[in-house]
């Protein structure tokens, strides 16, 4: 079965460009998450939807970042205007719902889209 | 609001013995789970294992089990007849089940290194 998948794997920009990170879930997950790994923050959880719509966007750092599901196979997390700071791998995972809140709870990564912004 | 601690930052072992892995936790959620994942120098994140803060016996997962504390507030991380393939970094996670909350908090990882 394929996995979560993430594209592009890497992308280098130059600072003020716009940047489209995409994202197919697993098919039947119905809840998909977008998080980022830095070395001084760690994993944080940027936004995340439940049958595509919004569910929490506290973590998204500022309206420079914005995120859509258009529908339950895609997803995109924009950055525009990008910034050095905002250099970091990006991940998207997702996870089957529960049934009668008995789970099941993991969430399942991609491989994630290393971004540098020069 | 929930928080992880894992006070070990790097750990190296002899191939085939035991490790143990800490982590600890802190949050207000009567009921909660418990995960963890790993990171392998490819970059990818693996679930490993979870733990619901109800059961009543520790998760196990092949060579993988959890150590749930739930006094101590610790989840840790037991993987027997380690292997170089375990090298890799490890990250313990957790969540409330409050409704609409499947927010995952990391700690800030292990880094565990398997010596032949």
């Known amino acids: 079965d394929a996995g979560v998948i993430q594209s592009p794997r890497h992308e280098v920009t130059e600072m003020g460009q716009e940047v489209t990170l995409r994202c197919k879930p697993i098919?039947?997950?119905?809840?998909l998450f977008w998080y980022r790994q830095t070395m001084m923050r760690g994993l944080e959880l940027l936004i995340y939807?439940?049958?595509?719509?919004?569910?929490?966007d506290s973590g998204m750092p500022e309206d420079r970042f914005s995120a859509k599901m258009p529908n339950a196979s895609f997803s995109t997390l924009k950055i525009q205007p990008s910034e050095p700071r905002d250099s970091a791998v990006y991940f998207c995972?997702?996870?089957?719902?529960?049934?009668?809140?008995?789970?099941?709870?993991?969430?399942?990564f991609g491989p994630g889209t290393r971004l540098t912004v020069t | 609001a929930q928080k992880i601690t894992q006070t070990q930052p790097g750990m190296f072992v002899q191939e085939k013995e035991a490790v143990t892995l800490d982590c600890t936790y802190d949050?207000?959620?009567?009921?909660?789970?418990l995960f963890w994942y790993k990171q392998p120098s490819s970059g990818e994140m693996i679930f490993l294992i979870y733990?619901?803060?109800?059961?009543?016996q520790n998760a196990t997962e092949g060579r993988y089990s959890l150590n749930f504390q739930k006094a101590r507030k610790s989840a840790n991380l037991v993987i027997s007849a380690s292997q170089l393939g375990d090298s890799a970094m490890y990250f313990c996670?957790?969540?409330?089940?409050?409704?609409?909350?499947?927010?995952?908090?990391f700690g800030t990882g292990t880094r565990l290194t398997i010596i032949p």
């Open positions: 733990q619901g803060s109800y059961d009543q």
């Open positions: 995972a997702s996870k089957l719902g529960t049934s009668g809140g008995r789970g099941p709870y993991e969430q399942y």
């Open positions: 098919s039947g997950h119905n809840s």
């Open positions: 996670a957790m969540r409330g089940f409050n409704f609409g909350n499947e927010k995952l908090t």
């Open positions: 949050t207000s959620d009567p009921s909660y789970g």
């Open positions: 939807f439940n049958n595509n719509v919004p569910i929490d």
